[in-house]
């Protein structure tokens, strides 16, 4: 339903002839009511679970969804009880799809009810489940929740990383992908920090490197609480690769890495969003910290086999 549709509800009065149609329109009115209530106060996407996992096996693929809670683009709510393995038929069409779970409703036909002064029977109840599918990127599904992005090509499904909506006062991604990527960042760079404090290659950096520490400490107690906003998420990333770009911009040359990621920090560094930039600015920029994970790995590795030779 749209958040600004009409609500009516029954008047009863004495003596009124009561039809199937006046308490299916009280069943609606009380339905489009909760609806109205989800779409306002928590928005719409997850809310709690069904994170994707996308596997491969053979020629087949399978999606692993995991049990969850999610609220449509109608205020529907959507619950799958238990994890599911959902087989998908790869699409004819190379392109992006999204894999979306959709609300359901069918007649119950273990409550069938004879239709009075008839031999007829029908169903007295309806039952309401959901159902995955796969559709287009660029098909509106208003009465599903959007679970993860797949991109078909060659006849190959791959999982695209990207947050899919959440339900909640603030937009959030972090339980699903941002938050993540920015513990990653935390927890690797404090990882050669303390290497390089092993070494001499530190003595003359004391204010560069407490800053930089400092900030990380910072950042993670900051993202120990749940629910973190995208926009907290987006905002402390960029914090975070301003430090880092002090901290190895200065750094003394100690593995052979170390100078191309220079590089790579200060054309990150460089193009951090403005603080009122729109969060789609923000997640393309994500894109370019998420990279500099891989090399940042290889650092930390690196330094991790050396460190002892350096002392």
Request: glycine content about 4%; overall charge neutral; charged content about 25%.
């Amino acid at each position: 339903m749209s958040k600004d549709q009409l609500l009516r509800r029954m008047r009863p009065f004495e003596g009124l002839c009561l039809t199937a149609r006046d308490l299916e329109d009280e069943q609606t009115y009380h339905r489009n009511n909760i609806h109205r209530h989800n779409l306002y106060l928590h928005g719409h996407g997850i809310v709690q679970g069904l994170q994707v996992e996308l596997q491969q096996k053979g020629k087949r693929y399978v999606a692993i969804i995991q049990a969850g809670f999610g609220i449509t683009r109608m205020g529907q709510q959507v619950r799958l009880p238990e994890a599911v393995a959902v087989q998908l038929e790869v699409p004819k069409k190379d392109g992006e799809y999204m894999l979306w779970l959709f609300h359901v409703e069918a007649p119950d036909e273990a409550f069938a009810r004879p239709i009075f002064d008839t031999n007829e029977r029908q169903e007295s109840r309806v039952v309401e489940s959901c159902a995955p599918r796969l559709h287009t990127i660029d098909s509106d599904q208003p009465d599903a929740v959007a679970l993860c992005r797949i991109n078909v090509r060659l006849g190959r499904m791959v999982q695209v990383l990207l947050p899919v909506p959440r339900a909640g006062r603030q937009e959030r991604a972090a339980e699903s992908y941002l938050k993540p990527r920015v513990e990653t960042f935390i927890r690797v760079n404090k990882k050669i920090i303390n290497n390089l404090l092993r070494t001499n290659s530190l003595r003359e950096l004391e204010l560069s490197t407490l800053s930089f520490n400092s900030a990380l400490i910072s950042s993670e107690f900051l993202l120990i609480e749940e629910g973190t906003s995208d926009r907290v998420l987006y905002r402390t990333a960029g914090s975070l690769i301003n430090y880092a770009h002090e901290f190895f911009n200065n750094l003394p040359v100690s593995v052979d890495r170390i100078v191309q990621f220079k590089e790579f920090v200060r054309r990150v560094h460089a193009e951090v969003p403005a603080p009122d930039q729109a969060n789609e600015i923000w997640l393309r920029w994500f894109d370019k910290f998420e990279r500099l994970l891989g090399p940042l790995n290889k650092i930390s590795d690196e330094l991790e086999r050396t460190v002892e030779a350096q002392r």
